[in-house]
């Protein structure tokens, strides 16, 4: 009996809003949020005779967003209207790029090794927001023009797994070279998955389908989860899959079909004949590339293998670059980036997420939180009052020295007073000491306990366990 599997293929399609001052063609503000049709302008309202000027700054992203991902960066790139109706789009058509996009052929390895290749990357801008209320629909034009980037893959995964791996990489590295603010439930980073199946052995592809505006990790896993299964019930009944575009219900859990899928060329692509094509220097390219930062996997690379750090808190740290950047400029000032690490994820990061502060706006600097690493592991502080200190340090910003001045939480190194205490615990515990003569061990931390509780803040564990043992002699 011959048992045949249907393999998934996926393809991605990734959109991410530039985080430029101004949107695309024209100077109105590109931020988000804001009462409905407040920053529109002729231009980005398609008013006929207007004239589109390029935002430059908006070159210079997508650029970064090629050498994020090892794209090649075309000296010579134009545009195109991709047209079609819809009441999101005033002019309908939108200027997008066909045949010269500003980057293509780059790659993303995966942490298995496996390489995605990425097709290319484009320019365009962003359509308008339509909500339908009442049997009415409304349309709010201040997303139309912002500057869009669309990132498009091979069909190169296999699994739900290897895809949120990757949008997780892709959101990091515009995020880290900022470009964009990775805010997926605000739609300003979102997803279409291209999903198809086919037999394990079979040498093309299968009819996919096209799932739209994903905008969360979790979304994207659990749609491909459901396609996959809903396709694998229509073939195994030996029925045939409909090419067409869907969309995913959150609160179903199910895909449903907005329409039939159309091809590229159903959109009658031209060349816009408002823009001219932009060409770009090999100098412009050098000047970009000296300002990129180091990439996320990179930096997971260099904490796993050279600091020695765990890989879940490698990969915390990455997730977030201010992170990341804080952690850099602290294990400068101390050679102990496993302890540093340690600190910032189980203390830092924990107040953070609390609510006491934002990583972002920190009041505080790497130097600082290196000395309160000292103050405690030195032993000039007690660990109890580390939370005390740092939720201090997030709220006013002040230097942690002057904290524990000012709250009393130095430990004093009152020597005499030491001395006293261990000669009052020794003569009330004749028989312990007696026994720990006669060779039990255990008895020392019966004394030492007792030390510890009597001088509290007066010492440091440190100096109570040299006196005893000196004593004991
Ligand atoms: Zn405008």
Known sequence: MWSTMLKPTIGLEIHAELLTQSKVFCTCPASFGGSENSRCCPVCSGLPGTLPVLNQKAVEFIIRAGMATECDISLFTKWDRKNYFYPDLPKAYQISQMPRPVCLNGKVRLKSGKVIRINRIHLEEDAGKLTHEGGATLADYNRCGIPLIELVTEPDFASAEEVTEFVAEIRARYMYCGISDGKMEQGSLRVDVNISLADEHADTLGTRSEIKNLNSLRSIARAIEYETHRQGEILGKGGKVTQETLRFSDGTGETSSLRSKEDAHDYRYFPDPDIPPVLITEEEIAVIRGTMPEMPSSRYDRYVNKCGI?????????????????????????????????????????????????TDNLPFTPADFVRVIELVEGGKVSRSHLKDILREMLATGSKPDSICEQN??????????????????LAENVAAVAQLKNGEQKVFGFLMGKANSLLKGAATPKIIKETLEKKLK
Request: proline share 3%; glycine share 2%.
């Open 310 to 358: 765990p890989h879940k808190d490698a990969e915390n740290i990455v997730a977030d670059k201010h992170l990341s950047d804080f952690f850099d400029e602290a294990a400068t000032l101390l050679d102990e980036p496993r302890k540093i690490a340690n600190y910032l994820l189980s203390e830092l990061l924990y107040r953070i997420n609390l609510g006491e502060g934002t």
């Open 408 to 425: 009393n939480y130095l430990i004093k190194e009152d020597l005499s007073l030491v001395s006293d205490t261990i000669d009052k615990i």
